[in-house]
C-alpha cells in the first residue's frame, strides 16, 4: 500500500531549510533533500538519534565549545525538548537548528542557513560601533580642539588689551612678540586642522612623481637650520644621490613634522636626518638626542591630540596633531612608518618610500623658499582685497618693504585705478570677492594693462576645487593666514626671478 504520507514527504523536499523528523522510538522516519545538501553527512531512514548524535560531534563538521562526546551527551538527553541553536560549521556557514517535539511523542528538527543574515547583524554591529567610536573621537577632538585655540586666543586678548596701554617701547616689544608667537599656534593648530578634515573627507589625493631626495632635504635645512642654532643643536643632512617616487607635498610634510619634534625635545646633542637602502627603497630616518619616549606611549604618540607627559608639563607644548597627521598620511602613500627610542637618549623616527625612476625625476624644478630675499623700493603693486581690515595691514605691511600699493576694495575700483594711470608690476587678489574671484579680477586687469602682469592669489578657501581652478589658471597662491616672509619670497620670485615659479599642476 502506498505511503498516504508522500506527497507532504515530496513537497518537504524543496522547503530551503533542511528537516529531520524522528519517530517516538527516537529512530529517523525522515529526512529531506535539503538537509542532504546543508550537511554533508551519511543519514538514512532507521539511523538512530544517539548514532546520528555522535556521528555529528565527532564529524568536524560542526565546531562546538564543549568536548564532542559531552556535546552529544547534552543532546541526546534533550531528546523532544524545544530549543533553538546556532551550529557555525567549520566551512564558515552558519545553520540555525530548531526542535520541537511531535504529538506522537517524535521530535522534528529544522536546519536552516542563517549565514548572510549573522553576517550582516555583525556587519551592522561593527558599523554601529565603529559609528559610535567615531563620535566620540570627534567629541574628543573637537574638545581638545576648543582647549588648544582658546589658550593662545585668550593670551592675545589679554596681550592687545596691555599693548595699546603700554607705553614702555621695550615692554611693548615683547608684548608684541608674544603676540606673535600666540598667532602662529593658533595658525599651525587651524592648518592641522583643516588638513585633518580634508583627510577625514577624502579630499587629499597622493601625486606621485619622481624626484632627486637631495632636493627635499635642502629645503628641510633651510627651513629648521636657524630654529636648530638657537637652540644650540647641531642639525646635519647626509644626502643620499637617490631618486625616489611619492608626492613630494606630503612626504615634505611628514619630514617636516619628525625634524620639528626632533628639534623640540632635544636639548643637548642635534639632529641627523639620512637614508639607508631598504629592498626596493630608502628609510629615510630622522635621528636625534633628545628625551626619547617611554615604552607605553611609543604607539600613542600617533594618536589626535596625544602629548607625552613631559611635554604636557611643559610651558610651550606641541599641539599632539603633528604625529597624527604623519601616520595618515603615511597610510595614504602606503609608506610604512617607523619608531626607535630609548628613553632619556633619544629617538629614531623614520619613512620608507620606493625608489623612482632617475630619468622621469624633476632635477630642475626649483620651489619657493620662505627665506625673505628681494628689494622692492618703490615697486607698484595692485592689491585688491574686500576686506577693510585685511586691506588696511597689507597695505602697511608691503609700504614698510618700500613697495608704493595701490589698494581696491573690488574689481570695479581696481580697473578705476588702472584707467587713472596705475601701473602696477604686480598684482596681489583675493580668491572671494563680492561679485568676482580674484582670477576674474586679473584677467580684467591685464586686458586694460595690455600686457600678462604678474600676479598671485591669496585665499581663505582651500577646497580642492577652488585651488584647481587657481591653478588652472596659471597663478600662484597662498593660503590665508599668509606668511609675510611667505610673501616676501613670491613676491620676489615673481618680479625678479619669475623661472622661478612654477603653478602648481602646470
Avoid at 270 to 281: F, M, N, P, Q
Avoid at 356 to 381: K, L, M, Q, R, Y
Wanted: proline share 4%; with cysteine; charged share 25%.
Amino acid at each position: 500500500m502506498a505511503d498516504p504520507l508522500l506527497p507532504i514527504w515530496a513537497g518537504l523536499d524543496v522547503v530551503p531549510s533542511g528537516l529531520l523528523v524522528w519517530a517516538a522510538d527516537r529512530k529517523l522516519a525522515y529526512v529531506n533533500d535539503t538537509f542532504r545538501r546543508i550537511c554533508d553527512l551519511p543519514v538514512s531512514v532507521g539511523l538512530s538519534f544517539d548514532e546520528f548524535t555522535f556521528a555529528l560531534a565527532r564529524s568536524h563538521e560542526v565546531i562546538f565549545a564543549d568536548e564532542a562526546d559531552e556535546w552529544a551527551m547534552g543532546e541526546i538527553a534533550n531528546f523532544g525538548v524545544e530549543k533553538q541553536s546556532d551550529y557555525l560549521f567549520a566551512a564558515g556557514a552558519v545553520v540555525q537548528v530548531t526542535q520541537a517535539p511531535t504529538r506522537e511523542g517524535g521530535m522534528a528538527v529544522t536546519f536552516t542557513d542563517v549565514t548572510a543574515v549573522k553576517r550582516n547583524e555583525l556587519a551592522l554591529r561593527e558599523a554601529k560601533e565603529a559609528a559610535e567610536a567615531t563620535d566620540e573621537a570627534k567629541s574628543r577632538f573637537l574638545r581638545a580642539a576648543n582647549h588648544d585655540l582658546r589658550q593662545p586666543l585668550a593670551s592675545l586678548k589679554i596681550l592687545i588689551y596691555n599693548c595699546i596701554r603700554e607705553e614702555d617701547a621695550h615692554h611693548r616689544a615683547d608684548m608684541l612678540h608674544a603676540m606673535g608667537v600666540a598667532a602662529s599656534i593658533m595658525e599651525d593648530l587651524l592648518g592641522a586642522l583643516l588638513q585633518i578634515g580634508q583627510l577625514d573627507a577624502g579630499r587629499i589625493q597622493p601625486r606621485i612623481t619622481s624626484f632627486q631626495i637631495s632636493q627635499l632635504f635642502e629645503r628641510l635645512d633651510i627651513q629648521f637650520r636657524h630654529q636648530a642654532e638657537e637652540k644650540g643643536l647641531k642639525l646635519r643632512f647626509v644626502t643620499p644621490r637617490g631618486t625616489v617616487a611619492t608626492d613630494r607635498a606630503l612626504l615634505e610634510r611628514i619630514l617636516s613634522n619628525f625634524v620639528a619634534n626632533a628639534i623640540r625635545f632635544t636639548e643637548v646633542g642635534g639632529v641627523l636626518v639620512g637614508c639607508r637602502r631598504e629592498g626596493k627603497g630608502l628609510r629615510i630616518e630622522v635621528v636625534d638626542t633628545g628625551r626619547g619616549i617611554r615604552e607605553n606611549e611609543r604607539e600613542r604618540v600617533f594618536e589626535e591630540f596625544y602629548r607625552v607627559a613631559e611635554e604636557r608639563r611643559g610651558q610651550k607644548s606641541g599641539l599632539g596633531l603633528g604625529l597624527n597627521i604623519v601616520k595618515r598620511l603615511a597610510d595614504l602613500l602606503e609608506h610604512p612608518v617607523g619608531l626607535k627610542s630609548s628613553f632619556g637618549r633619544g629617538s629614531t623616527f623614520s619613512i620608507s618610500v620606493p625608489f623612482g625612476n632617475i630619468w622621469h625625476s624633476d632635477v630642475g624644478e626649483t620651489d619657493i623658499s620662505e627665506a625673505i630675499a628681494g628689494e622692492f623700493a618703490n615697486t607698484p603693486v595692485l592689491l585688491v582685497e574686500d576686506d577693510d581690515i585685511l586691506r588696511g595691514t597689507m597695505t602697511q605691511l608691503l609700504r614698510r618693504w618700500g613697495i608704493e600699493v595701490h589698494a581696491a576694495a573690488d574689481e570695479a575700483e581696481a580697473i578705476r585705478l588702472a584707467e587713472t594711470g596705475v601701473s602696477p608690476q604686480l598684482i596681489v587678489a583675493d580668491y572671494n570677492l563680492k561679485t568676482r574671484t580674484g582670477v576674474d579680477v586679473i584677467r580684467a586687469l591685464r586686458a586694460v594693462f595690455g600686457v600678462d602682469t604678474p600676479a598671485m592669489i591669496v585665499t581663505a578657501d582651500a577646497e580642492p576645487r577652488v585651488l584647481e581652478s587657481i591653478r588652472e589658471a596659471g597663478l600662484p597662491v597662498l593660503i590665508k593666514p599668509v606668511s609675510p616672509p611667505r610673501l616676501r619670497v613670491l613676491m620676489h620670485n615673481l618680479l625678479f626671478e619669475p623661472s622661478l615659479v612654477k603653478a602648481p599642476g602646470r
